[in-house]
T-cell receptor, first 113, second 114 residues
Framework: EAGVTQFPSHSVIEKGQTVTLRCDPISGHDNLYWYRRVMGKEIKFLLHFVKESKQDESGMPNNRFLAERTGGTYSTLKVQPAELEDSGVYFC???????????FGSGTRLTVV | AQSVTQLGSHVSVSEGALVLLRCNYSSSVPPYLFWYVQYPNQGLQLLLKYTSAATLVKGINGFEAEFKKSETSFHLTKPSAHMSDAAEYFCAVSDGGGGFKTIFGAGTRLFVKA
């Protein structure tokens, strides 16, 4: 089975621009998560979808971040406008309902300059 | 609130030596505990998980971890290190509620010397 796919793998944008990250979870996985690792720090939870519904978005830093999950399939995370502190690696993960533990994508390394 | 502390941001061992990566957790409810590994330029991969069954959990690539409630620890071990084990390792905890939102430790980078 195909794994969790994220793209782009790298993105370099200027402060104030908009960037959209995409995640394709494993087919059939209802749960989809976004996490972020800022350089040198812990991996932090951003939000959790169950199918197309946001289950928990308590980790979203502010309203410059918008996540969607179209039809319960792929998800996008938009940052608008980007700030320097948004730089980091954004991970997507998915899991089947009721199963413990995630399958992670390779991440998107975002650099805001 | 839950938290995870990984002791040592960097650990260096010789090939063939014991690997011991330390993790202590804090949780007000019986926890689910995980170890993930990240190889260079790859995503995190689940090594093993504790889900309240056996306290000694065996994972992939010869790794295992023991849940010790009295010590609130979940240390990761491997009897004999291999060069291919060089990676960053993350201990993580979840309370299982709301879809297994997970708290990660800061990570321990393992170096293996020839």
């Amino acid at each position: 089975e195909a794994g969790v796919t994220q793209f782009p793998s790298h993105s370099v944008i200027e402060k104030g621009q908009t960037v959209t990250l995409r995640c394709d979870p494993i087919s059939g996985h209802d749960n989809l998560y976004w996490y972020r690792r800022v350089m040198g720090k812990e991996i932090k939870f951003l939000l959790h979808f169950v199918k197309e519904s946001k289950q928990d978005e308590s980790g979203m830093p502010n309203n410059r971040f918008l996540a969607e999950r179209t039809g319960g399939t792929y998800s996008t995370l938009k940052v608008q406008p980007a700030e320097l502190e948004d730089s980091g690696v954004y991970f997507c993960a998915s899991s089947h309902r009721g199963l413990v533990g995630y399958t992670f994508g390779s991440g998107t390394r975002l650099t805001v300059v | 609130a839950q938290s995870v502390t990984q002791l040592g941001s960097h650990v260096s061992v010789s090939e063939g030596a014991l690997v011991l990566l330390r993790c202590n957790y804090s949780s007000s409810v019986p926890p689910y505990l995980f170890w993930y590994v990240q190889y260079p330029n790859q995503g995190l991969q689940l090594l093993l998980k504790y889900t309240s069954a056996a306290t000694l959990v065996k994972g992939i690539n010869g790794f295992e971890a023991e849940f010790k409630k009295s010590e609130t620890s979940f240390h990761l071990t491997k009897p004999s290190a291999h060069m291919s084990d060089a990676a960053e390792y993350f201990c993580a905890v979840s309370d299982g509620g709301g879809g297994f939102k997970t708290i990660f430790g800061a990570g321990t980078r393992l170096f293996v010397k020839a």
